[in-house]
């Protein structure tokens, strides 16, 4: 079993950063895939961005690559996502997620979700 529980969210203007964390407790952290999904009113649920374990790896939606960057560090079992020149588009509420996959961009692959931090961006 997986807790994970997200923070940083809150209300931003165009253009500002925003750095979502993730703290994640019980089984072993170090050995699954992270992911951030997102979820905006009337709309399913998205993927965001992935990492492996080990953090060799990355995967990002087309709409957030070159602005937002995920990582992660095993040692404080805590996955990051940093959002910078941030879009009305991107509010939403963000889903931190583990998965026993090396790495997945589906949130079928994910075991283990958090219970999300709203982000909202003002134009």
């Known amino acids: 079993q997986v807790q994970l529980v997200e923070s940083g969210g809150g209300l931003v203007q165009a253009g500002a950063s925003l750095r979502l964390s993730c703290a994640a407790s019980g089984r072993t952290f170090r050995g699954y895939g992270m992911g951030w999904f997102r979820q905006a009113p009337g709309k399913e649920r998205e993927f965001v961005a992935a990492i492996s374990w080990s953090g060799s790896s990355t995967n990002y939606a087309d709409s957030v690559k070159g602005r937002f960057t995920i990582s992660r560090d095993n040692a404080k079992n805590t996955v990051y996502l940093q959002m910078n020149s941030l879009k009305p588009e991107d509010t939403a509420v963000y889903y931190c997620?583990?998965?026993?996959?090396?790495?997945?961009?589906?949130?079928?692959?994910?075991?283990?979700w958090g219970q999300g931090t709203q982000v909202t961006v003002s134009s």
């Open positions: 997620a583990a998965s026993r996959l090396v790495i997945a961009t589906s949130a079928a692959g994910y075991g283990y």
